[in-house]
Nanobody, 117 residues
Framework: VQFVESGGGLVQPGGSLRVSCAVS????????MAWYRQAPGKQRELVAS???????NYADSVKGRFTISRDNAKNTVYLQMNSLKLEDTAVYFC????????????WGQGTQVTVSS
């Protein structure tokens, strides 16, 4: 499985950004997907997830500000980030979300999101 994240960048607090993840996997539409992030010196954390039926779930820290979506025709998952805060600065990764709640084994290179004034 390959993940190619893109769309990161530098944004001011309160700004918006959309990151994308192209996934090379057969039968993408049958997998739940998730976005994770890792800030410097911190562990990787689950940010948002979306099921096959497009049910979504979010970490409390991003609820109401981030929106996860997917396009099964393009094997792509998106994360729309609004009202960005300094603490959202991190490298963002996507991965499949297994039935046991754990991510898949493989990871992409991630995309850097920096929120700074």
């Amino acid at each position: 499985v390959q993940f190619v994240e893109s769309g990161g960048g530098l944004v001011q607090p309160g700004g918006s950004l959309r990151v994308s993840c192209a996934v090379s996997i057969r039968l993408f539409r049958f997998f739940s997907m998730a976005w994770y992030r890792q800030a410097p010196g911190k562990q990787r954390e689950l940010v948002a997830s979306i099921t096959v039926g497009e049910r979504t779930n979010y970490a409390d820290s991003v609820k109401g500000r981030f929106t996860i979506s997917r396009d099964n025709a393009k094997n792509t998952v998106y994360l729309q980030m609004n009202s960005l805060k300094l603490e959202d600065t991190a490298v963002y990764f996507c991965n499949i979300l297994r039935n046991d709640g754990a991510p898949g084994r493989d990871w992409g290179q991630g995309t850097q999101v920096t929120v700074s004034s």
